[in-house]
């Protein structure tokens, strides 16, 4: 067990691990990586990669003997997986009597013999002190990569705040009482669009093998996209990357809506969960920054040497820990509310340092990805989600695609 601090029908399996599944196969795959002598494991150079992730906030108060059957996409697959729960925005411990892993068939049933218990400290209950997170012991055997894995845990005591990520554009599912061992989907009967306690998973997988974590807001959260198919741009992104034999396979979205790099509000800013929701995110080779859009249109006095101070400083944090930094340039919004030529103003000088200043280590221009050419102040209408800021699923998948593999491969 690892502590620290404040630190939705569709396929879903390739066919041989569904065959392998539901043959009874007590593992994820028809077989774990089999054992291997001390020398061999010392040469085998392996290590966690962050699969999913989701960052933390509050969602209104936790409800005792309640459980959550929550539907995550994998990006990268390995053996061994861990989970980490959350409980970042809680004021008291709370406790999990029952948490398990599993992979979904359809809704909330699961593929028969794949529902398996996970431990923490070899206990199947753990207790997650308040502003607390804790990783799970891996769990053997294999998790392929593009997979629906579900996870079930049951808290009997959890109240007070809730953590977990409000806008999940997934389909997961609540039943009162312990039913995380059911493979079936009866006792399941109310559905949530978010996810409760849970913020990563990670497996293991070949040391060659990295992730990109993408910081951002509720266009990296996916507002706006397809809700249960997975058509945010980082999905794509992790799509483009496994076609492509990409190093770097494993994908954490860590947008939140309304999210500001500044000031805190729709979640703690960019520059205060950096550490919690990017930094301990196992195998993070790259972070893709992608954030400013709030703080511009808010009209607070946020000026663009502001914004500039604040992504020098995610830079040198980042860089301090070993990681590389892409900046994504902030797209068009004119036509939304809060749009005006002097937030126009700031978003214009802070896409040229971001474009011209050589800071970050590489840049994606999402700007010139999304914007029309007969008015670069509006978003392209065929990316336009229809709000004139959020892009539809065209604009995320235009995204993904301008988004060079090879600068996530960083050194």
Not at 11 to 34: D, I, K, Q, V
Not at 77 to 83: P, Q
Not at 108 to 130: C, D, E, I, K, Q
């Given at each position: 067990?690892?502590?620290?601090?404040?630190?939705?029908?569709?396929?879903?399996?390739?066919?041989?691990?569904?065959?392998?599944?539901?043959?009874?196969?007590?593992?994820?795959?028809?077989?774990?990586?089999?054992?291997?002598?001390?020398?061999?494991?010392?040469?085998?150079?392996?290590?966690?990669?962050?699969?999913?992730?989701?960052?933390?906030?509050?969602?209104?108060?936790?409800?005792?003997?309640?459980?959550?059957?929550?539907?995550?996409?994998?990006?990268?697959?390995?053996?061994?997986?861990?989970?980490?729960?959350?409980?970042?925005?809680?004021?008291?411990?709370?406790?999990?009597?029952?948490?398990?892993?599993?992979?979904?068939?359809?809704?909330?049933?699961?593929?028969?013999?794949?529902?398996?218990?996970?431990?923490?400290?070899?206990?199947?209950?753990?207790?997650?002190?308040?502003?607390?997170?804790?990783?799970?012991?891996?769990?053997?055997?294999?998790?392929?990569?593009?997979?629906?894995?579900?996870?079930?845990?049951?808290?009997?005591?959890?109240?007070?705040?809730?953590?977990?990520?409000?806008?999940?554009?997934q389909t997961s599912y609540l039943a009162q009482g312990d039913h995380t061992a059911e493979d079936g989907a009866d006792g399941w009967r109310a559905t949530t669009g978010s996810w409760f306690y849970l913020d990563s998973v990670s497996v293991r997988a070949a040391a060659s093998t990295g992730a990109v974590a993408a910081l951002g807001d509720s266009l990296t959260d996916g507002w706006q996209s397809s809700s249960d198919l997975d058509r945010r741009w980082p999905d794509y992104l992790a799509r483009r990357l496994r076609r492509a034999g990409s190093a770097v396979q494993g994908v954490a979205n860590e947008g939140i809506s309304g999210n500001k790099v500044l000031a805190d509000g729709a979640g703690r800013s960019a520059l205060n969960r950096l550490e919690r929701d990017v930094l301990t995110q196992p195998g993070v080779r790259t972070v893709f920054v992608f954030e400013g859009v709030n703080d511009i249109k808010a009209h607070s006095g946020v000026t663009a040497q502001d914004m500039i101070a604040g992504y020098r400083e995610i830079l040198r944090r980042a860089h301090a820990a070993g990681r590389c930094v892409v900046g994504a340039t902030v797209g068009p919004f004119k036509g939304w509310s809060e749009w005006d030529p002097a937030a126009e103003s700031v978003r214009q000088e802070v896409n040229a340092f971001i474009r011209d200043g050589g800071e970050f280590d590489a840049v994606t221009d999402f700007d010139r990805v999304l914007r029309s050419p007969y008015d670069h102040e509006r978003i392209l209408p065929f990316f336009d989600g229809g709000d004139h800021l959020h892009p539809s699923d065209k604009g995320m998948q235009a995204m993904a695609d301008a988004v060079d593999p090879a600068v996530l491969d960083c050194a």
């Open positions: 067990m690892n502590l620290h601090p404040a630190d939705p029908g569709r396929r879903t399996l390739l066919a041989g691990l569904t065959a392998a599944a539901l043959a009874g196969l007590p593992a994820f795959t028809a077989s774990a990586a089999p054992a291997l002598p001390a020398a061999a494991r010392a040469a085998d150079s392996r290590h966690d990669v962050v699969t999913w992730a989701a960052s933390a906030d509050r969602l209104g108060d936790g409800a005792a003997d309640r459980a959550y059957r929550l539907v995550v996409r994998t990006s990268v697959g390995g053996d061994d997986l861990r989970i980490r729960l959350t409980n970042a925005l809680g004021d008291r411990p709370v406790t999990f009597d029952s948490v398990r892993a599993g992979i979904r068939r359809q809704g909330a049933a699961l593929v028969p013999g794949s529902n398996r218990r996970l431990l923490f400290g070899g206990s199947p209950s753990v207790t997650v002190p308040a502003g607390g997170t804790v990783t799970s012991d891996a769990l053997p055997g294999r998790l392929p990569a593009a997979t629906d894995l579900v996870v079930s845990l049951h808290s009997p005591d959890a109240a007070g705040p809730a953590s977990g990520h409000g806008m999940a554009m």
